[in-house]
């Protein structure tokens, strides 16, 4: 049987380099890959640390696609990043900087808090639930 896997999900940004400054600087993802195509054109790949799958950062090419960055949830947490140390990771993205809208909170399925990128998309960041 054929083996699937995601492996990119393109994320619109206004700016390659403030959203890699975000992503890399502030959220401590790894860039993977960040190769011009053309003048105004890039493929950067970012990552989270030890992850498989990543993010394609697309920059927006006209006024109808900039209208979606920020929104690609809409209004919706759109991304889930899991953590195994939820305590950890909170503390040094508030130092960072990141903006939570809901500072964690147990749940069935473990803690979760969430927080904004830096064009307003929102994020689980989730430790799970040990399972006994």
């Known amino acids: 049987m054929a083996r699937q896997r995601l492996c990119l999900t393109a994320l619109l940004v206004h700016d390659y380099d403030e959203a890699i400054a975000f992503y890399v600087g502030r959220l401590g993802f790894d860039l ?8 105004s054109k890039r493929w950067v790949v ?6 498989e799958a ?7 090419s006209d006024a109808d696609q900039a209208g979606f960055v920020g929104r690609q949830g809409g209004g919706r947490v759109f ?3 899991e953590t195994d140390d ?3 990771d909170h ?7 990141v903006s939570f809208v809901r500072d964690p909170e147990e749940a069935p399925y473990g803690t979760v808090a969430v927080f904004e990128d830096l064009y307003g998309n929102r994020w ?9």
């Open 124 to 132: 689980d960041l989730i430790e799970p639930a040990r399972r006994q």
């Open 54 to 60: 990543a993010l394609l950062l697309a920059r927006a």
């Open 86 to 88: 939820i305590a950890r």
């Open 32 to 39: 993977r890959e960040d190769t011009k195509l053309s003048e």
């Open 91 to 97: 503390a040094a993205y508030r130092a960072a900087g």
């Open 79 to 81: 991304l889930f990043l």
């Open 46 to 51: 970012v990552a989270p640390r030890g992850g």
